[in-house]
Each structure stands twice: as structure tokens, then as C-alpha cells.
């Protein structure tokens, strides 16, 4: 019998996004750390399955990307779509979409730069228009209050004035309503540049007939190397019979599983 391994959703979350990044400061690039990072709590190995079965208990709805509602949507949307700088499990800030960034001295202006490689999953690059542009919505519109202006430098520089100085970084840049993403025509499923794409023809309510909601790697970040993610909601059922069967990984709070 294969070996399975248990991990709470937030786990999760760091064991499934492989992607190699630097840490930053408030005024200056981001450097790259030393060593591994230490967030990961699962490396891509020689031998490793193709495709990951992860079993999650909440509905996936595309509507509400890329703002989750419930954990599975977090697991999810965490690998489809991608902020300017994400927070690692330790509280550090690193890179997302903005391979660097500077404050002037008293916080109130931010100047972002958007990573040189940053690819739409139709292939289009990422630019400072449509980090502005994806800004612009309902769903920003709360947390945005405290700014003042977002303004093009150029193709790849935003800056960012807030309306009051800023003592800290401001993480509101890390949360899924400043995730950078594009109108799909062909699915209720915004297009976005992290390392898995959503394919329009599985993500449908009725997943095309498979039951799981299918993550593939976005080939343009080099994702011929990553896993296939297989999500599956197992509903009412008890999550455990699903680990005896094929799940690779369960999302979950029953205390029996963790046990």
C-alpha cells in the first residue's frame, strides 16, 4: 500500500505551488535567500506520480475566482492565479508577479515591477496595464479605499500612492482580491498567469463528465516539469474511505483524518 500523507489546506497550499522564488524588503529588490525554501513542504522528486489526486469536501466555482469562499477554492484559485508579492508561512514577503519593488522614504509611494517572464496562460504578457486594469472592480474596491491613485510608469512599472504613509509593507497587495487576471470569453473562469491553467472544457459544472476539476501545468512557466492536479469532492462521504482508495491528498478539518 502507498504511503499517504495528511497536511491541513494551508500546508497544502506551499506543497503544491513549486515554484523557486527571492525574499524582499520594503526598500529595496528582493534578494535571493540562501538554501531551499523553507515553505515547501514537498519537492518535486525522479518517480514522482503524473497526475495528484487531492480529495476536498467544498464546491469549486469559477464564479468565485479569484476570491475563494471556502478552503478548497483557496487551494485552488492559490494555484491559478497570482498576486504581486505573496506572504510564505513564516510571514516573509516574496515575489509574485513583482519580481522587485521601492518605497521613497516615508511608505506612501510604491513602485512595483512586474516580472520580465510574467505570462498570461494564453501566452500574452503580463503588463502594468493590466495590473491597473485588473484592479479596477468590485472586488478591490473595499480593501483599495486606503489608495489614492495607481498610475503606469511603464510597460512593466506601477506605482502605487496611498493616501497616508506606511509604517510596513502593505500585504493587502498579497490577497486574492489584487490577483492579476483577464476576462475569458470561453469560461466562467477568469484566464490567469500562475503555474497551473484551468482548461474551459473540464472546469464546467459537470467537469466534462469526469467528476474532478482538472489543473494543468502552464507550459509557458515550465510547467512540463509539475503534476497534473486531479481535484476531487468527495461531498457527505467519509473522506477516510477516499484515502483507502485513490486520493493522494485530502482537504480537510475532520479531526479523524489528521488523527
Not at 92 to 114: C, E, K, N, Y
Not at 131 to 157: E, K, N, P, Q
Not at 237 to 252: E, F, Y
Request: aromatic share 6%; with cysteine; glycine share 8%.
Amino acid at each position: 500500500m502507498r504511503q499517504r500523507h495528511h497536511h491541513s489546506w494551508f500546508e497544502l497550499v506551499y506543497a503544491l505551488v513549486l515554484i523557486c522564488a527571492c525574499g524582499g524588503s520594503r526598500t529595496a529588490a528582493p534578494v535571493e535567500p540562501e538554501g531551499t525554501d523553507p515553505c515547501v513542504v514537498a519537492h518535486r522528486t525522479v518517480g514522482a506520480a503524473d497526475t495528484v489526486s487531492i480529495a476536498v469536501s467544498h464546491e469549486l466555482n469559477g464564479h468565485h475566482a479569484p476570491l475563494p469562499t471556502n478552503p478548497s477554492e483557496r487551494l485552488v484559485f492559490r494555484q491559478l492565479y497570482e498576486t504581486l508579492v505573496r506572504v510564505d508561512c513564516d510571514g516573509q514577503i516574496r515575489p509574485g508577479l513583482a519580481g522587485s519593488w521601492t518605497t521613497d522614504d516615508d511608505g506612501q509611494v510604491w513602485t512595483f515591477a512586474v516580472r520580465r517572464n510574467a505570462r498570461f496562460w494564453d501566452g500574452s504578457r503580463v503588463t502594468a496595464g493590466d495590473v491597473r486594469s485588473s484592479w479596477v472592480s468590485d472586488r478591490t474596491s473595499t480593501m483599495g479605499a486606503s489608495i489614492r491613485a495607481v498610475l503606469i510608469v511603464s510597460d512593466r512599472s506601477v506605482v502605487v500612492t496611498f493616501k497616508t504613509p506606511r509604517k510596513t509593507f502593505p500585504t493587502m497587495f498579497a490577497h486574492p482580491a489584487f490577483a492579476v487576471v483577464k476576462e475569458n470569453r470561453n469560461s466562467d473562469w477568469p484566464i490567469g498567469t500562475g503555474p497551473y491553467h484551468a482548461p474551459h472544457d473540464s472546469l464546467g459544472p459537470e467537469n466534462s463528465g469526469t467528476g474532478a476539476t482538472i489543473l494543468r501545468p502552464t507550459k509557458s512557466q515550465g510547467g512540463a516539469t509539475r503534476p497534473v492536479l486531479s481535484f476531487v469532492r468527495v461531498g457527505q462521504r467519509d473522506v477516510r474511505d477516499v484515502l483507502d482508495r485513490d486520493a493522494d491528498m485530502v482537504v480537510t478539518h475532520d479531526p479523524r483524518v489528521i488523527e
